[in-house]
């Protein structure tokens, strides 16, 4: 494993910074303007390069287990009801009957797994693209709905290990993954993010959270610095995701609490994915020598919606 020294502190970004940022990474992304926002890099002949990454057949979840109790992370977590179950006086002990249940969840929080729509970030009274803000409603969102992704995203999926690259088994909260993090990942795992790509970066939030236990995560989280996705835009990935909230928290920009879901959601249209869980893809990673992997992801179909819940497959 490649060695390298933790991940030192990154400058802050003036909002002048961050506005010119924004301004250059939104430039460079005019190509992903639609419902689909970057999700066009996925077009159907990367599609089927991405199938010849399955080489062993073996599928791996990379979401974390929904959680019905509280925590410092989670307090108002997913409610899980049954609506139906034998009964112990036995009166469902003959013939056929059903056991039968209800969900209910924060779809945005900070502990499930989930995928953020296009819509989901408001800036300056804009969406992505420049769709007004008033087509979101209390009836949900008119536009860029995560409706928009009902075919899926289904591509080449990349895993970089920042953790690994540094020789920890985590990052802590607040450090941030730069643009050389990223590239120096490459070259230690031996693996190239190309156009199209749907990138996954660790950060090892799930690994700290299951070993030392849930913590403020709203407060403070290892994150992507926003000059990090100047990468992105350079190789034209289609989805951004972590195990984390993709973003740092404090967050290292003057007057934006959330820079990274600014500049990739409404910026550069990318569809971001939230505290997903790598634990179990690393080691099989690892084992076969290779982070590509045909990557599918299937939200689900709810009209409105400004996300889902999602557990993304990695099939190698």
């Keep these: 494993m490649a060695t390298h020294a933790r991940p030192a502190a990154q400058p802050r970004l ?48 990379m979401a974390a287990r929904i959680e019905t109790s509280p925590s410092p992370d989670d307090p108002e977590p997913a409610r899980h009801r049954m609506s139906a179950w034998p009964d112990e006086t036995g009166t469902m002990a003959s013939g056929l009957h059903f056991a039968m249940d209800r969900f209910a969840m924060n779809v945005h929080g900070d502990a499930d797994s989930h995928i953020d729509a296009l819509c989901h970030v408001i800036y300056d009274g804009t969406l ?44 802590e909260p607040g450090d941030h993954v730069t643009a050389d993090d990223l590239v120096a990942a490459e070259s230690a ?6 156009e199209g790509d749907l990138l996954f970066v660790r950060v090892g939030h799930r690994r700290r959270r299951d070993e030392l236990g849930a913590w403020r995560a709203a407060k403070a989280r290892a994150g992507l610095h926003p000059s ?34 600014v500049l990739g959601i409404h910026a550069m249209g990318l569809h971001l994915l939230d505290y997903l869980q790598f634990e179990d893809l690393v080691p099989v990673c690892e084992e076969e020598g290779r982070w590509s992997f045909l990557c599918v992801v299937a939200p689900l179909r709810l009209p409105h919606a400004t996300g889902s819940p999602v557990n993304p497959i990695a099939v190698l």
């Design 14 to 61: 003036t909002k002048a910074e961050f506005d010119a940022l924004y301004r250059r990474l939104a430039s460079r992304s005019a190509w992903a303007e639609g419902d689909r926002g970057a999700l066009a890099a996925l077009t159907p002949g990367r599609v089927l390069d991405a199938m010849r990454e399955v080489r062993s057949g073996r599928p791996v979840t």
């Design 128 to 171: 992505h693209g420049g769709v007004s803000a008033d087509t979101v409603t209390a009836a949900g969102a008119e536009a860029l709905s995560v409706e928009s992704v009902h075919d899926g995203l289904v591509g080449r999926g990349v895993l970089l290990d920042i953790p690994r690259l540094h020789g920890v088994p985590w990052l």
């Design 189 to 194: 795992q031996h693996v190239q993010v190309t």
């Design 228 to 261: 990090a996705m100047e990468f992105l835009a350079d190789r034209r990935v289609a989805a951004l995701g972590s195990d984390g909230n993709n973003d740092t928290a404090p967050s290292s920009t003057d007057g934006v609490d959330f820079p990274v879901h």
